[in-house]
C-alpha cells in the first residue's frame, strides 16, 4: 500500500511540475504581456522600459526559475485590473465555485445513481428506454442552451427563480446546478447501468437469488457494491470536471466564481489573474486524481499489486 500511494504521489508530483512548464509556454506564446497592459499608442521606449522593470527581457530559463519561485509560494504576479495579488483575487472567488460544484454533484449522485439501478433493474423494459432515452439527451444538451431554457421557463415565465447571480442564497444555485450537474448525472447513469447489468449476470447473485434472499437486499448490498468501484473514480474526475466546466454555466447565470472571472479576465488582458487559474484547475485535477486513486486502492486492493 506504501509502495503503491508513494509512486502515484511521485507521478502527482511530476504531473504538477509539467503543469508549470505548460503554463509558462503558454505564457510566452502569447507574446510580450506589456503589449496587453498599454494602449496601442504606447511609445516603443516606454513599452521597453517596462518589460525591462518587469523582467520580460530576461532569458528565458531565468524567467521560468522566477516564475517557478512564484509558483511555490504563491506569488503569481498583480492583477492589472483589480491592482491586487492575482491569488488573492482568485481565492476569493474560489469558494463560489467550490460551493456550485458540490452542489452540481450532489445533482448527479441524486439523479444518476437510482436512474442507473432502475434502468439496469428493469433492463429492456419501458422505465429502461425511457431513463436511456433521458440520459441520451443530458449528454447531448449544450450546457448554456440548457441554462438558458432553465431561466426562460423557471426564471421568466413561472417566476419561481432568479435569472442569475448569488444574491437570494440557495434559490440562486439552483438553476446552474443543475445546468451544471445534468450531464454529469447521465454519464454516471448510463456507467452505473453497463456496472449494474454485468454485476447482475455473475453467479454469485444467482447464488443469492437461489437462497431465496430479498431483490432489494441483493441489489443494494452485494450488486451495487461491486458496481460502485468504478462509479467512484468517475465521481471524482466528474467533480474535477464540474470545476474546471463551470466557465459556461457561470457566464450564463451571472454566478460570481472562477469561471466567470477567467472569462472577464481573458476579455481584459488580465494575464497575471488567467495564469493562476489555470495552474490551481490544473493542480486540483491532478490531487482530485490522487485521491480518487487511493479511494479506488482502498476497494479494489487488487489495483496495489499493479
Known sequence: MGKYLLKRLGQSVIAIFGITVVVFVILHLTGNPVELMVSPTTPKEQ???LSEQMGFNDPLPEQYIRFLKGVLTGDF????YYNEPALSVVLERAPATLSLACAALLICVLLGVPAGILSAVKRNKLSDAIIRVLALLGQCMPAFWLGIMLIILFAVKLHWLPTGGADEGLRSIILPAFTLGLFSAATICRLLRSNMI???????IDVCRAKGLPARKIITKHALKNAMSSIITMLGMQFASLIGGSVITETVFGWPGVGRLVVQSITSSDFAVVECIVFLMAVVFVVINFVVDVLYCVINPRVRLQ
Open 77 to 80: 504576479g498583480t492583477s492589472y
Open 47 to 49: 513599452m521597453e522600459i
Open 198 to 204: 454485468e454485476v447482475l449476470g455473475k453467479e454469485y
